[in-house]
């Protein structure tokens, strides 16, 4: 066989060895959403209950959410992040807003294990009188969220992180910790190879929380990365934690290297 032949036969291999994979990537995905709920797998992360903490975990999807889940988002979302998102926000807000509801938006949703309201009118009076949470639903109050999806990034299946907000009540005490643990877990069981999240500059708090006590690192794809003179402006940086060679290659190559 001629070397014009053998390079054609090699390509055509690499060829069907490269489809062969994403193939399996998209099959991936496609299995992670026919789950209808990810914390069944893991019955030991539906509780967290510690330093003072006492919260159930429950799933639910954007185009589920009832209207009282829709407004403890958008409350909680403008809380924490109008301040990072300075100028931006009001653009940004709108944004999240559409990204709520979307068919392949997955939540975790902590509820507070505390004396159930009988109805919303209750709700109401007891947010009124205290400082216990921005919960106007019925229900024990809801005291934090993550909002996750399965996508492809830079041709790997990751687990995507669009949010993880705590009110400020249960901040501090292992929540968000516990929150990303579990994220980490359901991308494992679910085929994923990288956990990637997007945090604004601004946010330090989150930034250290991210990279110091969760060891993520800035990914090779943000920004800052890519081209720190041109993106020297860019108000966000992509964070990543790689679970497979070849996505470290793709996500943290720039970084070791």
């Given at each position: 066989m001629d070397k014009r032949k053998l390079n054609a036969k090699e390509k055509r291999l690499k060829r069907k060895e490269e489809l062969s994979r994403q193939k399996a990537f998209d099959n991936a995905i496609r299995r992670a959403y026919l789950k209808e709920d990810h914390l069944v797998d893991f019955p030991a992360f539906t509780k967290f209950d510690r330093n003072g903490i006492s919260v159930s975990l429950e799933s639910n999807r954007g185009p589920s959410l009832s209207s009282s889940l829709k407004q403890y988002v958008q409350n909680l979302l403008k809380v924490n992040m109008e301040g990072p998102y300075g100028a931006e926000w009001?653009?940004?807000?709108?944004?999240?807003?559409?990204?709520?509801?979307?068919?392949?938006?997955?939540?975790?949703?902590?509820?507070?294990?505390?004396?159930?309201?009988?109805?919303e009118d209750e709700a109401r009076n007891d947010r009124e009188n205290s400082s216990v949470s921005l919960w106007m639903g019925a229900g024990a109050p809801i005291v934090a969220f993550a909002q996750y999806r399965f996508v492809m990034e830079e041709e790997v299946p990751v687990l995507y992180v669009y949010e993880i907000q705590l009110e400020k009540i249960v901040q501090g005490k292992g929540l968000g910790k516990f929150l990303m643990q579990l994220l980490e877990l359901i991308a494992r069981k679910n085929n994923m190879m990288a956990i990637v999240l997007t945090i604004?500059?601004?946010?330090?708090a989150a930034m250290r929380f991210y990279t110091n006590k969760l060891s993520y690192k800035i990914s090779s794809i943000s920004p800052s990365r890519v081209n720190p003179l041109e993106y020297a402006d860019c108000t966000y940086e992509i964070l990543c934690k790689t679970f497979d060679s070849q996505a470290k290659l793709v996500?943290?190559?720039a970084i070791d290297g």
């Open positions: 009001h653009e940004e807000e709108k944004v999240k807003e559409r990204e709520m509801v979307v068919e392949n938006a997955l939540y975790i949703f902590a509820r507070a294990n505390v004396l159930d309201h009988h109805s604004q500059k601004r946010n330090v996500f943290e190559d």
